[in-house]
């Protein structure tokens, strides 16, 4: 069975009322939504915890009326970003803003082993990396890490960006290049 299978039948099973495959989705995915949800804007850490307990709380209350998504971290963060913005536009503004280190933070998740494996190169150019993309403008950050961190296809991008595929595609690669040729120089 792969990951996704996996993740699909945790999600028929907390349908059904297992709260240990409620639990397991929350882990699997929580990370991803804390950091997904601080790029979004730059809010306090409270808001954005509150806002991933709201999307879990909400799905608990309605798991007997929801399907089966097709990628369950897709649809979590989703439901995230919607439930963000609905309540940035609804008034309910955060107080802390992130610092610029603590928001790089956000996307490095090494283990042990990972540190120990990795050379003084390798996180070089990581930290360049990290670098180049604070430099883009922030939906070309967003659509870049929703590529290459949360692994979403370019339709989902597209969906959770309001945007056409086509320009999911376009707004990625614009974002790839401009890094590539700030390398060059």
């Not at 996307?107 to 494996?117: G, T």
């Not at 597209?158 to 595609?169: G, V, Y």
Request: glycine residues 4%.
């Amino acid at each position: 069975m792969n990951d996704s299978q996996g993740e699909r039948r945790l999600w028929e099973d907390f349908q059904q009322g297992d709260e240990d495959a409620y639990t397991q989705l929350y882990r699997l995915h929580v990370k991803a939504m804390y950091r997904y949800g601080m790029s979004l804007v730059p809010v306090s850490e409270a808001f954005v915890f509150d806002c991933i307990h709201d999307v879990f709380t909400e799905i608990w209350a309605r798991k007997t009326r929801l399907s089966v998504p097709d990628n369950v971290r897709y649809y979590l963060l989703k439901s995230l970003k919607v439930r963000i913005l609905h309540l940035l536009k609804r008034g309910d503004r955060p107080h802390q803003s992130l610092t610029s280190e603590e928001f790089d933070d956000l996307w490095i998740e090494p283990s042990a082993e990972d540190v120990m494996a990795l050379t003084e190169d390798v996180l070089n150019r990581q930290e360049l990396v990290k670098r180049l993309i604070s430099q883009l403008p922030h939906r070309q950050q967003e659509a870049i890490r929703l590529r290459f961190v949360e692994n979403m296809d370019y339709g989902q991008i597209a969906e959770m960006m309001l945007l056409n595929r086509q320009s999911a595609q376009n707004l990625v690669f614009r974002a790839v290049e401009k890094m590539r040729g700030w390398l060059l120089f």
